[in-house]
């Protein structure tokens, strides 16, 4: 198929901060790495400040800027809205972008309530009726290592599965001096170290063992509770303003939490922003009766293998490199060796997104697959808030 012969599809981006230029760079890409079965438009993006947007816009590749996201929608030259915009917005967004036929991929969590969760997933589930898409923005399960872990799970290379342990680690606000930014506001993100970290290791840890977390026991903490104030539009790598004074963290700076799976799979995961040289720990092991997975985004390309099933004299933990052409995405890439990153991730979600909405099918995280994420960060908050009382996830 020729480029030429692709039907356009045009996007429409909300946001343009740290995940806004993630998504430009996979939108811009996709299409010159994989044979995608339609051409992504990048028609316009929207903010609220008119001279950021058009700013964001010239030099993130966008054609145009909008000051509201309702202009968006109402073009006609846009098939896709893309949701790049703090939690607190999501459910307006995507319910009005769902109900306008508009296909949406929206940034996790899906929402910051499980009550905007379930209008999300109800409006998906009545879109979907007109064959308009809906996914979550749970990219981790697009790297090449993790998707790779998921086959070797779904083949039964590990067995029954009895551990799976995650963990997402950073450390980007040990400072007590980092300024109080939307990701530590209640309002704007839900949570702290919860829903912001700890949904990808709920999703990539249910992904990957193809199992769901059916209860938890919790601890939650926030080690630093007052902050400097920051300007409004700071993010990760925000400085304080230095002459607004201090205002109080209303997120939790780590999580913790047991759980059990359906299968029957004991799971611990930890959540914090506070694991002092840890960047981008998110790590995810897996044990079974046939064998055991490692992984860690911090060496993204490799997936530690354990096969039980060897002679045990020359048994032990092997590092597979994730890049040969038959690994999940890499084919599209570069040779072998020739290691993918973290934007990659976005790209291949970009290209999965296109594919479903091309085929018809339903793009996977659907909307239902980010509310019963959302529905675990409930009774994780629920449980913590209740000194660690062991609390079922609501089915
Ligand atoms: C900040 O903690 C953050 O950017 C998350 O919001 C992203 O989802 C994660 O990929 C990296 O860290």
């Not at 109800?122 to 090449?144: I, L, Q």
Request: net charge negative; hydrophobic share 45%.
């Amino acid at each position: 198929m020729t480029h030429e012969s692709k039907p356009a599809l045009g996007v429409g981006m909300v946001g343009y901060a740290f995940m806004g230029r993630a998504h430009s760079h996979a939108w811009r890409n996709a299409g010159a790495f994989f044979d995608l079965p339609g051409a992504p438009v990048m028609v316009a993006l929207a903010g609220r400040s008119r001279d950021q947007a058009t700013a964001a816009a010239e030099r993130l590749g966008w054609g145009a800027a909008e000051t509201d996201w309702r202009e968006l929608i109402r073009r006609d030259d846009v098939d896709i809205i893309d949701i790049c915009s703090p939690g607190d917005t999501h459910a307006e967004i995507a319910v009005a972008a769902l109900e306008a036929g508009k296909h949406v991929l929206c940034e996790k969590p899906l929402a910051n309530t499980v009550a905007q969760a379930v209008e999300m997933a109800e409006a998906a589930e009545r879109a979907r009726a007109n064959g308009v898409r809906s996914m979550v923005a749970f990219n981790y399960r697009r790297v090449p290592a993790l998707a790779l872990a998921r086959d070797m799970v779904a083949e039964g290379r590990l067995g029954t599965i009895r551990h799976v342990r995650a963990q997402y680690l950073q450390d980007w606000i040990v400072d007590p001096e980092f300024p109080l930014v939307w990701r530590l506001d209640v309002n704007k993100a839900g949570s702290g170290a919860l829903g912001d970290i700890g949904a990808h290791i709920i999703d990539a840890a249910q992904f990957v063992a193809g199992d769901q977390v059916t209860g938890v026991s919790a601890l939650m903490e926030t080690f630093i509770r007052k902050r400097p104030l920051a300007g409004a539009s700071a993010g990760l790598g925000a400085a304080a303003s230095g002459n607004l004074g201090q205002g109080t963290v209303t997120v939790d700076d780590a999580a913790l939490f047991i759980g059990k799976m359906s299968g029957g799979a004991l799971t611990s995961f930890e959540a914090t922003r506070f694991a002092t040289g840890r960047k981008n720990a998110m790590r995810l092991e897996i044990n079974g009766s046939a064998g055991s997975l490692a992984f860690d985004f911090e060496a993204m390309n490799e997936l530690s293998f354990y096969d039980n099933t060897e002679d045990s004299r020359t048994a032990g933990f092997r590092r597979i490199l994730v890049t040969e052409p038959d690994h999940p995405y890499a084919g599209a890439w570069w040779p072998p060796g020739h290691l993918l990153g973290y934007d990659h991730t976005f790209t291949h979600e970009v290209k999965d997104f296109v594919e479903a909405i091309a085929s018809g099918t339903d793009p996977s995280p659907s909307f239902e697959d980010g509310l019963q994420v959302q529905r675990v960060l409930a009774a994780v908050a629920r449980s913590a808030s209740d000194r660690g009382v062991w609390t079922d996830v609501e089915a």
